[in-house]
């Protein structure tokens, strides 16, 4: 580790925020009555003082500038602070940060209250030892202020960085004394950075993963996989899950079996294929292990090396309910034929579970049946039963859900699941 004292600017840094701060500008234009500027202008509002930048693009004097910034923050504090997301990768790169010992602090020119409410929300508050902002009242930040306040009792100027996208951190970060890291992905450009004294420019995460934790590779990903019955929810609950894990800033791989990459998504056109009615149960496990022996070695071991969060629309334990017991061809046949999938073990699989008759209708309500959700009802009794007796005997791997409820009441529980692994 370079630095083991690192301070953060929020905006534009650690978070992709300009749409609410842009639209909550435009906002405060609307409300005054002056024409809304171009968004080329309405983005400098990223990252300075709203005072300064109401009085510089809006052309007005100190009091009609606090006047809009008031204005500004009717939209922000309802909306806008919500419409933001941590930078894809930036949570992996503040948890590794937090696990090697580094004091990690915030230090934004917004106001404190909305630092923490959004650190809260995107689930970073964890990582940090301090988070410093201005107060409602103060309307001129001193970013000098800001970061002596985030700073510990003691540290080594020499292994101390300040990392900010404006002129206006890498300024701060001279006058202290600490190495100024700029990053060129927020809102401030390379020669604004360069200009302004960087002692070191990130173009993305990964560049700056590199700048901080030199000859570190990234930690491995998460491997997550929703299984069920067909018309369970599960596809559902992915999307919701995959949005949850982009906003607080993990880099997510979302892909379903059978497929996830061409030939497998062609395999998988053969298998479903309603002409193929009456195929071996042998074929058509093998066609299953096939399929996932490539996605597996294209798509989920190489995403989980590059620390991705992998979440698969069902894996091998489709072909233990559907093929072994469904088909009973036996769980040892689908062990032997599905040795490739020992490489990339689900570290958690959530097994949506509910009455046979609600996600019967779902899967029907989804229009035209495959091969598969055409089959009799004790053939879906019996993958029903195999679920159950997975989930039973690894309790440590599958997480069961109830998903005879609503799709919010559902995700409540995925969202802990989520939490609890991934953090
Ligand atoms: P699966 O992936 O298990 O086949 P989907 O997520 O595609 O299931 O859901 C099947 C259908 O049921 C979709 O039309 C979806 O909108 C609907 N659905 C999903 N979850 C619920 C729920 N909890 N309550 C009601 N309808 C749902
Ligand atoms: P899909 O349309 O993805 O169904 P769902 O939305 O219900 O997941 O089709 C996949 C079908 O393939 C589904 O009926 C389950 C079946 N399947 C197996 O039989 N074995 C397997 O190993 C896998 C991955 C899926």
């Not at 948890?95 to 909305?114: D, H, N, T, V, W």
């Not at 420019?201 to 990234?218: N, T």
Request: with cysteine.
């Amino acid at each position: 580790m370079k630095y083991d004292t690192i301070l953060f600017d929020l905006d534009g840094t650690l978070t992709e925020s300009g749409a609410g701060i842009t639209r909550s500008a435009a906002y405060a234009f609307e409300k005054l009555g002056i024409p809304v500027p171009e968004q080329a202008i309405l983005d400098r509002f990223v990252g300075p003082p709203l005072v300064a930048s109401f009085m510089e693009y809006a052309g007005l004097d100190e009091a009609g500038a606090i006047r809009a910034t008031e204005l500004y923050r009717e939209r922000y504090s309802t909306i806008g602070w919500r419409e933001n997301r941590l930078y894809p990768g930036m949570a992996p790169l503040l948890k590794a940060l937090k696990a090697r010992g580094a004091y990690l602090g915030i230090a934004s020119a917004k106001p404190e209250l909305f630092v923490r409410r959004i650190a809260e929300h995107f689930g970073f508050d964890q990582y940090f030892d301090a988070i410093v902002g201005i107060t409602m009242e103060n309307t001129n930040a001193d970013k000098v202020a800001l970061l002596r306040q985030a700073l510990p009792g003691a540290y080594d100027p020499a292994r101390t960085a300040m990392v900010g996208d404006r002129k206006f951190d890498m300024a701060a970060a001279k006058k202290l004394n600490v190495a100024a890291v700029g990053v060129a992905f927020g809102y401030g450009s390379r020669e604004e950075l360069e200009e302004s004294g960087a002692d070191e420019i990130a173009d993305s995460v990964a560049e700056l993963r590199a700048l901080l934790l030199p000859g570190e590779p990234a930690e491995r990903g998460a491997f997550i996989t929703f299984e069920g019955a067909d018309g369970c929810g599960k596809s559902t609950q992915m999307k919701l899950a995959a949005d949850y894990l982009s906003e607080r800033g993990w880099e997510v791989v979302s892909s379903r079996e059978p497929g996830g990459c061409p030939s497998a998504e062609a395999i998988r056109d053969v298998v479903l294929d309603v002409r193929f009615k009456g195929m071996s149960p042998e074929c058509e496990a093998l066609l299953y292990a096939a399929a996932r022996a490539e996605h597996v070695r294209r798509v989920i071991l190489p995403a989980l090396e590059e620390g991705k969060i992998v979440l698969c629309d069902r894996y091998l334990d489709s072909s233990y309910a559907y093929q072994a017991r469904g088909r009973e061809l036996g769980d040892d046949f689908i062990r032997q034929i599905n040795r490739a999938a020992l490489a990339a073990a689900p570290d958690r699989t959530l097994l949506f579970a509910g009455d046979r008759g609600v996600t019967a209708r779902r899967m029907r309500a989804g229009g035209s049946l495959d091969r598969i959700e055409s089959e009799r009802d004790d053939f879906f009794d019996r993958v029903d039963r195999a679920f159950e007796e997975l989930a039973a005997a690894e309790p440590g791997r599958i997480l069961k859900i109830d998903s005879d409820r609503s799709i919010e009441e559902i995700f409540a529980d995925v969202r802990a699941a989520l939490d609890a692994l991934i953090g």
